[in-house]
């Protein structure tokens, strides 16, 4: 993005304050129109969504949400409404090239990117989230209030699908025109208004869960810790009281724990919980034959819901991550995969131990055949 310089984006902003960037695309031309966004509203395997406000914005009452997929007489609304449309990315390989855009931040912590299509006045109210944002302008103007850090216990009014803000502090306001872009971080209260019709491209950035991660990295340690290994208090003090549990006890065997965590060498399972997707396992026999058309020299790019990743582990040379699952590669498949994960057509170089890796990646759905 233009005039954004990445090491001070994320040493300043980056979860920490929102940053707003004029023609941060110069030139953008709009990869989706509304007509087209209306099309994919109309399919039943997309996720879709209208939200219409025909009130006050600070009344639950005035909001509706309506889920898709709709009909063309959906799109003829007497108030304001907004379109929104996930996992458009997935859907045209032209919103996918959007991506390219915040390369400086690893792919595994992109969600997808959303579009909006708003007709004038509206929005989807002043609202938080919980994952990073860059609100990148399309079609028309939209005016985007910035309000206060929001958390759990930030008060909400009572609507049983949208989690509207009951109260809402302006504290900065831009009007964003094409090819403007807006980065909001995770908490701070925020709340779009379009003025007369406009889309919005929206890249959102979602962090996985601690308890998640918590629960990945003690199940993966449990795996390999053995049955005979028991707690240790060799040395303890005298009890004083033979049915008490001292703080020193507890601490003792939390100390123990925190080493056997701290210990852990397999890290497979972070890059498994953060590469986790939906996709289908292919069939042994339609890996074999795309196995085949790469042999032929057939390239290879990523599926458009893969979620690919690699790491380097000292034990092992390279782990490659793909839809929840892993395997080891060669290094010298380095240079081959970082090409792969930056969304290049990349054809598969060969050499010895690699074709496991090819047939891994194919047998998870990850790849399409060009």
């Known amino acids: 993005m233009q005039g954004l310089q990445p090491e001070l984006f994320l040493d300043r902003y980056w979860q920490r304050?929102?940053?707003?960037?004029?023609?941060?695309?110069?030139?953008?031309?709009?990869?989706?129109?509304?007509?087209?966004?209306?099309?994919?509203?109309?399919?039943?395997?997309?996720?879709?969504?209208?939200?219409?406000?025909?009130?006050?914005?600070?009344?639950?009452?005035?909001?509706?949400?309506h889920h898709g997929p709709f009909v063309a007489s959906d799109f003829l609304r007497p108030h304001p409404w907004t379109l929104l449309i996930q996992r458009v990315d997935q859907l045209l390989d032209e919103v996918a090239e959007l991506r390219r855009l915040t390369d400086f931040i690893p792919r595994w912590r992109l969600d997808d990117i959303m579009v909006s299509y708003a007709t004038d006045g509206g929005g989807i109210g002043p609202h938080y989230d919980l994952y990073d944002v860059f609100l990148l302008q399309g079609e028309g103007e939209r005016t985007w209030r910035i309000g206060q850090r929001c958390n759990a216990d930030t008060p909400l009014?009572?609507?049983?699908?949208?989690?509207?803000?009951?109260?809402?502090?302006?504290?900065?306001?831009?009007?964003?025109?094409?090819?403007?872009?807006?980065?909001?971080?995770?908490?701070v209260a925020h709340w779009g208004i379009s003025r007369g019709e406009s889309t919005c491209f929206s890249l959102g950035f979602r962090a996985p869960r601690m308890a998640d991660l918590l629960s990945r990295l003690t199940d993966s340690q449990l795996e390999r810790t053995p049955d005979n290994l028991l707690l240790r208090d060799?040395?303890?003090?005298?009890?004083?009281?033979?049915?008490?549990?001292?703080?020193?006890?507890?601490?003792?065997?939390?100390e123990q724990i925190q080493?056997?965590?701290?210990?852990?060498?397999?890290?497979?399972?972070?890059?498994?919980?953060?590469?986790?997707?939906?996709?289908?396992?292919?069939?042994l026999k339609d890996v074999l034959q795309l196995t085949a058309h790469v042999q032929d020299g057939y390239g290879v790019r990523l599926a458009p819901d893969a979620r690919v990743a690699w790491q380097h582990t000292d034990r092992e040379g390279l782990r490659v991550f793909a839809n929840g699952a892993s395997c080891t590669a060669p290094e010298a498949l380095r240079d081959w995969l970082a090409r792969l994960c930056a969304d290049h057509v990349v054809h598969w170089p060969g050499g010895e131990n690699t074709m496991p890796v090819l047939q891994f990646l194919m047998q998870q759905g990850a790849l399409d055949v060009e």
């Not at 699908?161 to 908490?187: N, S, V």
């Not at 080493?259 to 069939?283: I, K, Q």
């Open 157 to 187: 009014l009572a609507h049983d699908d949208l989690k509207l803000l009951a109260h809402f502090d302006c504290q900065a306001e831009y009007t964003l025109r094409c090819g403007d872009a807006l980065y909001i971080p995770p908490g």
């Open 234 to 254: 060799a040395g303890r003090e005298t009890a004083s009281r033979c049915g008490e549990i001292t703080a020193a006890d507890s601490a003792q065997a939390r």
């Open 259 to 283: 080493a056997l965590l701290a210990s852990a060498r397999e890290d497979s399972w972070f890059g498994e919980l953060v590469t986790e997707s939906n996709s289908e396992p292919l069939a």
């Open 17 to 65: 304050e929102p940053l707003l960037l004029r023609a941060a695309v110069p030139g953008f031309v709009p990869p989706v129109s509304a007509d087209e966004l209306a099309g994919l509203a109309m399919e039943d395997e997309v996720e879709s969504r209208i939200a219409e406000c025909n009130g006050a914005a600070d009344n639950a009452s005035s909001w509706q949400l």
